[in-house]
């Protein structure tokens, strides 16, 4: 799982059908600061997510099968599974 930041949609003329009616987003990992940590990549959104929001993506294929319940040939390898409203540190 990582965290992430929502950078905005992404959309696709032509895509695979497992993608039908799943929002497409670019998503920014961030770290416990929410700065920028790694390289951005795409994923489906799963909680109804929009640019700006924290998010938790799971980036792992056989937990999204599961979630998607579409059978084990899925070409969806990241999907954020939720929000983040809030967050506390020890410091």
């Known amino acids: 799982m990582k965290h992430c930041r929502v ?3 992404l959309w ?12 497409l987003f ?5 770290d416990e600061r929410g700065a ?3 390289t ?3 994923a489906i959104d799963h909680v109804q997510a929009g640019v700006g929001d924290k998010v ?3 980036t792992e294929g056989n937990g ?7 059978g084990d040939i899925v070409p ?4 954020i599974v939720g929000i983040v409203d809030h967050v506390e540190t020890g410091s």
Do not use: M
């Open 36 to 38: 920028d940590a790694g």
């Open 64 to 70: 999204v099968r599961q979630i998607l319940k579409q």
């Open 7 to 9: 950078v905005g949609p």
């Open 26 to 30: 670019v998503v920014q990992p961030i």
């Open 12 to 23: 696709a003329t032509v895509k695979h059908p497992a993608f039908h009616g799943h929002p």
């Open 76 to 79: 969806i390898r990241s999907i």
């Open 40 to 42: 951005s990549f795409v």
């Open 56 to 58: 938790i993506v799971l």
